[in-house]
């Protein structure tokens, strides 16, 4: 079985309000990419993957007006994809929501949001304090995670979390005090959120449940110098102590064992200014437990330079520039 998280950048903006896809000439989110290109461009990248499910991230938007599983299921339809139903948790207002696109004939999967006296849903708001100043500060999400109960053909049971964690960038900033400040401000909410998120997993853990925590993490081992201000990255949170209850990911454990001379892996890829050149992190991960590790688990980065198949498929690694900023990270598991 393949699962992958792919964060597919304002595929909201393909669609109208009657979940339409606006396959046309005009601008998609991506620079100098039209919304027909850019939608070719996904299709193209999820049906080479064959991924029996896929986390979106950053999946049309729902509310009142708009439908983002109908969006989905259409954009499916349309191009013939085997990954043809969809399944949406807690909308959210930032036009942005996370689903799960999958093959009905491969898995079942199920919104299972769950609270406990000690973790509340990823809907409400959690109170924690990050600065051991006995004062705690309230933390919710702008998008929260998919909590999800699948349920394979074969019979397997999975617990999938979908993820999309605060971004630590400082948009809005215009002076280099507001980008400190705002910086700061933002890596303490993800950090919080990451926490709440890992006390979650340490829940299903216990449950000796199988599962798999996924999606755009917004962060990494070493990403910035503001993670010395908190002494860990939020992957690190998520994954854990050395134990039973540590998640395991062999990207993240790539850059936190990183030695000299060894390339490290990359999911990202931002033009940035002032002078339009790239810059490429490592965002997107699929952590799994440590159940999952006797099932054969193979990741793999669809990164267009990185990974050499992605690089001699001209048409696929096209596609993956058109489609998006971020690459899918797939796994495959024999379950």
Request: aromatic share 8%; net charge negative; with cysteine.
């Amino acid at each position: 079985m393949r699962i992958a998280t792919y964060n597919v950048e304002w595929f909201n903006n393909l669609f109208d309000d009657e979940a339409r896809l606006m396959e046309d000439d005009g601008w998609s989110a991506r620079r100098d990419v039209t919304r027909a290109r850019q939608a070719q461009a996904i299709a193209t990248v999820l049906g080479a993957m064959d991924a029996d499910a896929v986390m979106v991230i950053e999946a049309p938007d729902s509310n009142r007006r708009r439908d983002g599983v109908a969006a989905l299921e259409g954009f499916a339809r349309r191009f013939g994809l085997r990954t043809r139903a969809a399944v949406m948790g807690f909308v959210n207002d930032t036009q942005q929501e996370i689903a799960l696109l999958y093959d009905p004939a491969v898995v079942t999967p199920r919104h299972a949001p769950h609270a406990s006296d000690a973790v509340p849903r990823f809907d409400a708001s959690y109170r924690i304090d990050l600065d051991v100043d006995r004062a705690p500060e309230t933390i919710s999400w702008s998008k929260p995670p998919l909590e999800l109960e699948v349920t394979t053909a074969a019979g397997t049971m999975l617990k999938l979390i979908g993820v999309h964690a605060k971004s630590k960038a400082p948009h809005g900033a215009t002076t280099p005090d507001e980008v400190m400040r705002i910086s700061i401000a933002n890596r303490r909410k993800q950090l919080a959120q990451c926490i709440w998120l890992r006390r979650r997993v340490e829940e299903l853990l216990d449950l000796g449940e199988s599962l798999i925590v996924m999606g755009d993490f917004n962060d990494g081992p070493g990403l910035d110098e503001y993670e010395k201000l908190f002494g860990r990255s939020g992957i690190e949170i998520l994954l854990g102590e050395e134990g039973e209850g540590r998640l395991f990911d062999p990207h993240a454990r790539a850059l936190l064992t990183k030695r000299p001379g060894v390339a490290l892996p990359t999911s990202a890829r931002f033009k940035v200014p002032p002078d339009g050149r790239y810059l490429t992190a490592m965002l997107d991960y699929v952590m799994v437990s440590r159940d999952l590790l006797n099932h054969g688990p193979r990741w793999l980065i669809w990164h267009p330079f990185e990974d050499p198949d992605c690089y001699a498929d001209a048409e696929l690694r096209q596609a993956l520039l058109d489609a998006s900023d971020h690459f899918p990270v797939s796994i495959d598991l024999a379950i």
